[in-house]
Each structure stands twice: as structure tokens, then as C-alpha cells.
């Protein structure tokens, strides 16, 4: 497992009052359902303790009328009060669910938004699993603490409230005997507070870890089976398995240790209410109504108040899955539009309605003629130099191939050129000017890319390749798939463009996926073109269709084409042989072949495999 895969974010060790003000801001959107579901957990407070006054009013007119007492009176006023609870019973389900959904859809959109902002550098150091987590169990926690957590908040402040002010008026004494047990309640809470945060956080770390080895696993069937992995991958997450197991007892036995204490404290009540105020109705200083009133309030105090402290530990609980998604929705993308170029984008909107303006969304013009690299050095977050001083210019119409040995930082080149990553030092210019004082979405658009492994949507292969312009017609799609030449064996398929193309595009050959993937960069119409080792996993058949419509796919733009298949390459206006970060060799085919440098021993020997491989596979036939 890599050390991406244990990474875990740091957290505070107390409760975080300013994340879950965060939390509600965001929620506070909902305030159509907010609102009516605070009345109505007031309205329900107001019920639940009016049980207990109005049963010691039925009790004393009993006991002062006898058989006289008004029983349809007491029998109505407790029919509309139940009624009434009823309702609202009703009301803050549906609301606390609406607001709970909707919180969770909220959530989720701006999680995904914000994922697709980010940087590739947030992706190199977090697995798929640990970002899944965030979007659905962590998401789906946060939004029910808020929806069923306010609610109950709301309902149990106000009704431990008003049992303290009824206790208090109705006799004050022993009201204070009561409420003396409130203080030990607070400590015990205030201990397993910070036990049962820290023991949640661990379920839910746990619980990441094991997600991302559920993806990992599925991912790396194969190699898991070629490599006969099984026993050593089961071990691994045998061990995840057995931390999150231990995680969940401790707090389950914290728990079982927790709640019982709250409920033992609010019996103490009780027996000293019904204790101290039997003595005091048999000597006629309470009623009997006020007694029972007393003791019907000494048992309700604590059930709020237990309430409370279940919401409490649920918060606790879900602070470790707040600060989590909170963390991610709040991630700043390293690589942006600063606020110059978004200034200048505003300014320049009227500009953009002429769709011969020429203008790019910052007003600078639209037309990539050069790119540049100016004394570019650059590093991984973790990891040494792998650019230094680099320098490279490249005008429009030019196609750059990029060649030598793995890690010497080809495929950054190109991913700095796409600005996937930004340089340490030094500057990337567009056209002259520095391209981070350009839009990012612009030059982004301008792109086609192709890379080694192909990634293809579950949908049809149509829908894939018009998924590099969504508003390209039917014509458009296959006039694309038809310069690449993918069109005949799409047409051989049943269904052609319709044909389904599976998970990932596993009901298709590598070679077919990279032709349709080669035509949804094509139709996107870029101007900067990137193939990264586009050819080396596809048959030979299928590479010479691909070089057959590339002059097509390549004509008037920027090309980059990182090719270990040095066939693909022969035609490039200039070839780099790229070591250790710089550049080694410079020149077209022929002069580097005349140079007999590291690009001569490359091709020589790629040559020679290819004859030896020929001759065999002549000779079995």
C-alpha cells in the first residue's frame, strides 16, 4: 500500500464550534424549511411539558370537585394538545427530511464541482477511495446531523427550559434539589465528550482507508491474480477490517457506559422529587397535582436532556466527517485565474458577443501562435528536480516529439503545457505573455488530448466521441471518426455509432478505444494537440491507421507527441531527446539519425527488434 493510502487530515482534539457554524451557513440556504421546522420544535416543546401542568390542574379540580370536576373540559383541552403534537410530529419529519436531502444534494454537486477544479497534484496524494467517502457516507452524515440534529437541539433546549421555569415557579426549593443534579451531569458529559470524538474519528478513518481498498482491489484484479497476491491483499485488509472493528466497539462500549449514567442520574431526580415532595404535600405545602407535576417533570428533565447528549455525541461523531467535507469543499485549487485575469474577463464579456472578435474570455487574443518555455525548473511536491532551466519555443503549425528514457520528464512537459501543473520557477509563456495570466477554462478548451490508456464514458460510441464537443452534430461525429480513420470499424459494429461501449469501454479493443478517443479530441478542433505515448499499447494495424490521418489531425496546431514507437515520430518538424530533465538532442529525423547521438542507438535498436520480430513471425507462419 503507498503512504498516499494511510493519509489522513489532521483534526482538532475539541469540538469546532466554526466548523459547524460553516456547516449551518451552508444550510442556511434552506431557511424555507429552517424556520418552520424551528417553530414547530418549539410548538412541540410547549406540548410536552403543558402534559404535566395540565395533569396536575385535572388532579387538583379532582381532588377540590370530586364527581362535579368538568372531566369534557380536561378530556377536550387533552384531545387539542395531543393533536397538536400530532401535527407537528408530522411537520418536522417532513421537514427535517427536506432539509436533510437537500443539504446532501447541495453537498454533493459542490463537492463534484470542486473536485473538477482542483489540480492534478491534490490527485497524486489522494486516493480515489478517501475522495469517494467524502461525496457519500461523510456527506450523507453531515446532512442528517443537520436536519435531525437542529431539530432536536432546538426541541430540547426549549423544553429543558421550560421544565426549569415550571419546577422553579411551582415551588423553587425543591425545584433547586432537582436541578442540583444538572451540574454532575455536565461533567459526565464533558468526560466522555472527548472519548467518544476521538474513537468515532478512528471508525471514520478506517472506514476511508477501507473504501480506498475496496478501488484499489477491484482496480488491480488482474495484477492481483497474475502476481497470486490474494493471501498478502487479504492480510492487508484483515487488518483494516480488525482496526475499524476495534474502533467501533470502544465506542459502542463508551457509549453503553455513557448513557446508562444519564439515565441513573435523571431516577435520582425523580426519587428526590417524589421523596421531598411527598413530605411536603403530607404536610399541605404542595398540592397533590404539584407533586405529581413535580415528579412528571423530574422524569421528562432528563429525557431531553439525554436527547441532547446523543445529539451532542452524534455531532462529535460527525465533526470527523465535517471537517472532512468541509476541508475538500473548501480546498483552494493551487492552479486558478488570478484575480487580474478575472477582472479582466469581466470586463471584456461585451467584446465576446461578436463571434469574429478573435478575443479569448480575457480579451487577449484567441489565436495560440507560440508557446514558450522560459528557464522552467520544476518539482513534484514530494520528489527532486525534474525540469531545470528548461527552455523550449514552439510556433503554430509545429509538431514537437518528445523522446528518451522513463522519468527523464517528457510527460511533464506536456502536462505543464496543458497546465495540469505549474512551474516551481521560470515562466510558460502563450503568445509572449505568461499563460497564469490566462484563462485557465480558455487554454484548457484549446486542448486535444490522447493518452496511453484511453478512457472511454459507459454510453455509445457515439456519445464518447461527440463528448469532446457536446454540440456537434451527428455529420460532425463521424466526419471526425472518419479523418481518423475509426469510421469502417465502427460501421462493422451492430449498432455502429449506437454500439454500446461498455464499463469503461471494455466491449471494445484497446486499438478501437484509441481511435474513438484520437476523434473526440479531433472534434473538439484544438489548437494545441498532446498524444502521450498515444501508440504504444495498440496493434501495428491499428498504429498505421493512426499515422495515416495524422498530417490530418495535426495540420495548423501545436502538436506534442511523446512516442517510445519511434515510427510514429518520423515526420515531427523536431524531435527532443529529453534526460534527466533536459534537452540532450534537438533536430528532425534525419539529422539526429546523422548525429548518430542517443537518438541514433534508439532507433537503430527499435529498428533492428522490429526486423528480428517480423522474421519471426514470418517464419511460424
Known amino acids: 500500500m503507498s503512504a498516499a493510502f494511510h493519509q489522513e487530515d489532521d483534526f482538532k482534539a475539541k469540538l469546532d464550534a466554526g466548523l459547524w457554524w460553516k456547516v449551518f451557513r451552508r444550510a442556511f440556504h434552506l431557511r424555507r424549511f429552517l424556520i418552520p421546522l424551528f417553530i414547530s420544535a418549539l410548538v ?22 370530586g364527581t362535579n370536576a368538568n372531566f369534557a373540559l380536561y378530556a377536550g383541552v387533552y384531545l387539542a394538545v395531543t393533536l397538536l403534537l400530532c401535527a407537528c410530529v408530522w411537520l418536522f419529519i417532513w421537514l427535517a427530511g427536506n432539509i436533510s436531502n437537500r443539504l446532501a444534494h447541495d453537498i454533493r454537486r459542490d463537492g463534484f464541482d470542486r473536485l473538477q477544479e482542483l489540480e492534478f497534484a491534490f490527485f497524486d496524494t489522494r486516493p480515489v477511495g478517501w475522495l469517494i467517502t467524502r461525496l457519500t ?95 498478502e491483499n487479504l492480510g492487508e485488509f484483515k487488518s483494516l477490517s480488525t482496526h475499524m472493528f476495534n474502533a467501533a466497539v470502544l465506542n459502542a462500549r463508551q457509549n453503553a457506559v455513557y448513557y446508562p449514567l444519564v439515565i441513573t442520574l435523571g431516577s435520582l431526580a425523580s426519587g428526590i422529587a417524589l421523596w421531598r415532595g411527598g413530605w411536603l404535600t403530607l404536610h399541605d405545602e404542595i398540592s397533590l397535582g404539584t407533586l405529581v407535576a413535580f415528579v ?64 479569448a474570455p480575457d480579451g487577449l487574443p484567441g ?29 503554430a503549425g509545429q509538431t514537437i516529439a518528445l523522446v528518451g ?32 495570466e490566462r484563462s485557465l477554462a480558455w487554454l484548457q478548451s484549446q486542448l486535444g488530448i ?36 475509426a469510421h469502417e470499424f465502427i460501421s462493422a459494429l451492430e449498432g455502429g455509432y449506437e454500439a454500446s461501449v461498455g464499463e ?3 466491449r471494445l479493443s484497446t486499438g478501437q478505444r484509441q481511435l474513438i478517443s484520437f476523434a473526440r479530441a479531433l472534434l473538439a478542433n484544438p489548437q494545441i494537440f498532446v498524444m502521450d505515448e498515444a501508440t504504444s499499447s495498440i496493434d501495428t494495424e491499428t498504429e498505421q491507421l493512426i499515422q495515416r490521418g495524422m498530417e490530418t489531425m495535426l495540420a495548423g496546431r501545436i502538436s506534442f507527441v511523446i512516442a517510445h514507437r519511434l515510427s510514429t515520430i518520423r515526420r515531427a518538424d523536431r524531435i527532443l531527446v529529453i534526460t534527466k530533465g533536459r534537452i540532450e538532442e534537438s533536430g528532425t529525423h534525419e539529422e539526429l539519425l546523422r548525429q548518430r547521438g542517443h537518438y541514433y542507438e534508439l532507433y537503430t535498436n527499435q529498428f533492428r527488434r522490429e526486423r528480428e520480430e517480423a522474421v519471426l513471425a514470418g517464419g511460424e507462419t
Request: proline letters at 4%; glycine letters at 8%.
Open 405 to 436: 528514457p522513463s522519468g527523464g520528464g517528457k510527460s511533464t512537459i506536456v502536462s505543464m503545457v496543458c497546465r495540469f501543473y505549474e512551474p516551481v520557477e521560470g515562466e510558460i509563456l502563450i503568445n509572449g505573455t505568461d499563460y497564469r
Open 296 to 359: 412528571n417533570f423530574a422524569g421528562m428533565f432528563f429525557n431531553p436532556i439525554n436527547q441532547l447528549a446523543q445529539r451532542l455525541t452524534e455531532i462529535q461523531s460527525a465533526q470527523a466527517a465535517g471537517e472532512r467535507v468541509m476541508g475538500l469543499l473548501e480546498t483552494t485549487p493551487a492552479i486558478q485565474d488570478s484575480p487580474a485575469v478575472m477582472a479582466r474577463m469581466e470586463d471584456h464579456k461585451s467584446d465576446l458577443r461578436s463571434p469574429d472578435s478573435g478575443l
Open 504 to 506: 469503461g469501454g471494455n
Open 367 to 395: 489565436k495560440v501562435e507560440s508557446i514558450t518555455f522560459r528557464n522552467v525548473t520544476f518539482r513534484y511536491s514530494t520528489g527532486p528536480v525534474v525540469l531545470e532551466n528548461f527552455n523550449l519555443e514552439v510556433k
Open 137 to 231: 457516507s461523510d456527506c450523507d452524515r453531515l446532512a442528517r446531523t443537520i436536519g435531525w440534529g437542529f431539530l432536536d437541539i432546538v426541541w430540547g433546549l426549549s423544553l429543558v427550559l421550560m421544565i426549569a421555569l415550571s419546577l422553579l415557579v411551582l415551588n423553587w426549593k425543591l425545584g433547586l434539589i432537582i436541578l442540583a443534579i444538572v451540574p454532575p451531569l455536565a461533567i459526565v458529559s464533558r468526560y466522555f465528550q472527548k472519548k467518544l470524538l476521538f474513537s468515532a474519528r478512528d471508525i471514520r478513518k478506517y472506514n476511508s482507508q477501507i473504501t480506498a481498498a475496496y478501488n484499489e482491489s477491484i482496480q488491480g484484479v488482474r495484477t492481483t491474480k497474475t502476481l497470486v497476491r490474494e493471501a
Open 450 to 485: 490522447v493518452l496511453q490508456t484511453p478512457h472511454l464514458f459507459k454510453g455509445t460510441i457515439r456519445e464518447n466521441i461527440r463528448y469532446g464537443r457536446l454540440e456537434a452534430t451527428d455529420a460532425e461525429v463521424e466526419a471526425a471518426a472518419k479523418m481518423v480513420n
Open 44 to 65: 412541540l416543546a410547549v406540548c410536552d411539558a403543558s402534559f404535566a401542568l395540565i395533569t396536575r390542574w385535572v388532579i387538583d379540580g379532582v381532588v377540590r370537585d
